[in-house]
Structures are given as structure tokens and as C-alpha cells.
């Protein structure tokens, strides 16, 4: 449990917080790369408590700039996207992607005034078919945070967007807390005893979904800190030869928003939770395969799995069908029928359903957590840590200390026997890939 107090400190993100300010060093992922036309349509951008916009130009540059113009504050949503800038349509004003204001039409040609007012920028970069925000002091910009996932093709990564009404931390949690598994996801996550890691079987049917060797719903987890955050090991005892065996599942917390966690073999994935404002979430889940393209076929399964299908489980502004309003369209009748454990379709939506039900932000100082919540405790610790000396002391924030290479992470799985350790176990399993 975190008391009221700290509970604030570690959910608050707007731009006067502790939290928001320390969220301000790093970058965030602000939007995908194919929400952007170049020359075409402005979008609004929330982002850390603040309401921007962004627009990709003509020449295929992005900007990010304060949604409302300087002069007489209508949004520049509805600006004219113009060479290297955008035109609001009220009076003409033109701002550039620096923020610098370049024309000031109805002014007298002696007029000074554009040279006197800005407009709030941030620098953005593209990376991995997402658009990158840095919204901190120049001085202190942190590394580019490329992701392995970077490297590769775009056909070869699947993106997965959608908005989750809820705060980030209580999002970030769902992802590091690996018994839920066995419970929330047991229509979708089940138990094959000829396996040695997670398989996936290409099948569509939402009860044979992915096959792992373990039923084991009580793992016990080793944490380790890092520079980057922690990893931990999720240890279950397999279905075959536990007495010779253990299943170890491997996931990191990579500071502030991202876990990278075990997909099926040839596969990556990871999540990414960039805060909106304190009561709302951008969910990014990324899949990517090393060894070739996603095909057609392969994309809508995924999609259809985790009930992330754009235009049909989510609007053009990524928000839900399923949502708080209609109960997450819980079918009470499958459960009954023994067809869903949940009665919630899709395995990221019965996570956004359970994450979303604690309320907007959910009161810590209520809970009682237990040996399982162990990855859960970490993060509130060393992310609670890192503000306080952040605000004390000015020390960089976890993560930015020393260099990550972020395109190095990875997670990993394997059946190893008792007396190996994780670590040396998950070193081996990565050489074998």
C-alpha cells in the first residue's frame, strides 16, 4: 500500500508536479508515424497534462506545438498546414515548428511583434514507425530511446494502439504483474504440458490462443534493480518434470512507461503507457518477428486476439468500444457456458477493463498486496526514489544516470533446471535465438 500522499506523487503528471516534471526528461512516445500526413490534417495531442498539436509538413517534418495560437488563442487544429508551418485561420498568424512566430498578417509592416512572441515547442524524432516528444529543458535532453523493434523493417513490427481512461502507474502495474495471468487470461493463455516456452499456434479460437508448459498460479518472483529500472523473474513449477525443472518468465521495467516481456519464439514484444494527463493513458503494444515479415493474415489475428482491431474495437481516436459505460460488453452468458473465464473478448481488454474498474486513480492506501505483487512494490519504489532525489538534488532520473542501450534489452523465457540461477539461464536462452 502507498499512503495518499505518496500515491499523489507517484500518479500526478502535469506540468507543475514532481512526477510531470521528472516525466519531462525523458522521451514519449507521442503518436504513431502513420497518423501523420505530410501537408495533411492536424492532430490534437495531449500530452503530460498538456494540450498540443501536431502536423507532419509538406517536406515530411513533424512539429509539436502548443494546440492554442499566441495571438488570440483559437486552436490550431484547424490551421492551415503551410510549408514550414501552421497558419491559424482566425487572423493569419503563422507559427513555425520552433514555435517562432512568422507572420503576423493584420500587424503594420514596423511591427516587432512577432519578434516577441512565441508559441511552446517541443523537439521530436521518429523512430520504429513512432513519433517521439521531449518535452524538458534543452539543456538536459536525454539519449534517443530506439528499442530493439527500431532496427528492424516495418513490415516486420505490428503497432497497437488505444486509449485507456485511467492513470499510467495503475496501467504500468497491469503489465509487471505476472500472476493475473493464470486467472484473467485463462481463456486465452492455457496450459500444454508438451511445451518447453510459450507457443503460439496461429489459431484464432479464443480458447487456444497461446500454450505455455506451466498452470502454475502462484509464481514466485526474484527482482532485480538496473540502470534502466529492474527485471524480474516469474519462477512456476512446469507441468512436466517439475521436480527436475523450473518455468522462468523474464520481464523489464525499462523507466518510466515501457516493459518488454516473453512472446513466442521468433517474437518480440513490449508495452509502452505514455500518460495523457493523470486520469487518461496512450496503451502502445508492440510485436515484432526477427526473422520475417508479419503477413496480412498473421496482423489480423493478432488484432482480433487483443481486441485492438482500429474501426471496429476502437474509434479514429483510439477510444475503446468496450468501456466503463457498458462494462467492458461483459457476456455473462459465456462465462456460465464455461467459454470465457472473463466474459470480456480480447486478452488486452480484459487488462484494460480490470485496470480501468480501480477508477481513474486508484487509492493505494486501500490495498494489501502479497507475495505475487513483489515486481508491483519495485516499481512504486525505485520510480517514488527517483523523484524524491530528482526534486532534492537535481540527480537524473532512473534510466538516465548512465548510458542504456536501449536496443539491447530483451526479455526472455526458458525451462531450466533448479539449481541454475535465472540470470545465467536467461544469458543462455538469448545466445540460443
Known amino acids: 500500500m502507498l499512503t495518499k500522499e505518496k500515491n499523489e506523487l507517484l500518479c500526478r503528471v502535469g506540468p ?6 521528472m516525466m519531462r526528461r525523458y522521451w514519449m512516445p507521442m503518436a504513431l508515424s502513420g497518423e501523420l500526413e505530410a501537408g495533411g490534417a492536424v492532430r490534437r495531442i495531449r500530452l503530460l497534462g498538456e494540450d498540443l498539436v501536431a502536423w507532419r509538413a509538406p517536406d515530411g517534418s513533424v512539429g509539436l506545438i502548443d494546440e492554442f495560437c499566441p495571438h488570440r488563442g483559437a486552436s490550431m487544429v484547424l490551421a492551415r498546414n503551410e510549408d514550414c508551418g501552421l497558419r491559424c485561420i482566425y ?3 503563422k507559427i513555425a515548428a520552433d514555435g517562432q512566430v512568422m507572420e503576423t498578417p493584420p500587424e503594420p509592416d514596423y511591427s ?4 516577441r512572441v512565441r508559441s511552446t515547442a517541443y523537439p521530436v524524432r521518429e523512430s520504429g514507425g513512432i ?4 518535452m524538458g529543458p534543452s539543456e538536459a535532453m536525454s539519449p534517443p530511446v530506439d528499442f530493439e523493434f527500431a532496427g528492424l523493417p516495418a513490415s516486420h513490427v505490428l503497432i497497437m494502439k488505444t486509449r485507456e481512461e485511467c492513470n499510467w502507474a495503475q496501467t504500468v502495474e497491469g503489465v509487471i504483474d505476472s500472476a493475473h495471468s493464470n486467472y484473467l487470461h485463462s481463456s486465452g493463455i492455457v496450459p500444454n504440458a508438451g511445451l518447453a516456452i510459450t507457443e503460439d499456434k496461429g489459431d484464432v479460437n479464443a480458447k487456444a490462443q497461446f500454450e505455455r508448459p506451466s498452470n502454475d498460479g502462484a509464481p514466485r518472483l ?3 534493480d538496473t540502470p534502466y529500472g529492474f527485471r524480474y523473474a516469474a519462477i512456476r513449477r512446469p507441468l512436466v518434470a517439475a521436480e527436475r525443472n523450473k518455468y522462468v518468465r523474464v520481464t523489464l ?3 518510466p512507461i515501457h516493459a518488454i516481456f516473453p512472446a513466442p519464439k521468433g517474437w518480440g514484444s513490449m508495452q509502452m503507457f505514455t500518460p495523457l494527463d493523470d486520469t487518461s493513458t496512450m496503451f502502445h503494444y508492440i510485436l515484432w518477428r526477427y526473422d520475417a515479415p508479419i503477413d496480412g493474415a498473421t496482423r489480423e489475428r493478432y488484432l482480433l486476439r487483443h481486441g485492438m482491431r482500429p474501426g471496429i474495437d476502437m474509434d479514429e481516436n483510439f477510444r475503446k468500444v468496450r468501456n466503463r459505460a457498458n462494462n467492458w460488453q461483459q457476456d455473462r452468458e459465456a462465462m456460465r457456458r464455461g467459454d470465457s473465464y472473463s466474459g470480456i473478448a480480447g486478452i488486452n481488454t480484459e487488462d484494460f477493463a480490470v485496470q480501468e474498474s480501480m477508477g481513474l486513480i486508484i487509492d493505494r492506501s486501500r490495498e494489501h498486496l502479497g507475495a505475487s505483487d513483489r515486481a508491483v512494490a519495485n516499481f512504486r519504489r525505485v520510480m517514488l526514489e527517483s523523484v524524491e532525489r530528482f526534486t532534492a538534488t537535481g540527480e537524473p532520473p532512473i534510466g538516465l544516470r548512465t548510458k542504456v542501450d536501449y536496443g539491447q534489452l530483451r526479455s526472455a ?6 539449481d541454475m540461477p535465472w540470470q545465467a ?3 543462455r536462452a538469448q545466445a540460443a535465438e
Open 413 to 418: 523465457e526458458a525451462m531450466l533446471p533448479h
Open 16 to 21: 507543475d508536479s514532481q512526477m510531470g516534471r
Open 253 to 255: 521495467f525499462v523507466a
Open 425 to 427: 539461464g536467461v544469458e
Open 91 to 93: 487572423h493569419g498568424w
Open 112 to 115: 516587432t511583434r512577432k519578434d
Open 222 to 224: 526474484e527482482v532485480e
Open 131 to 134: 513519433i517521439w516528444a521531449y
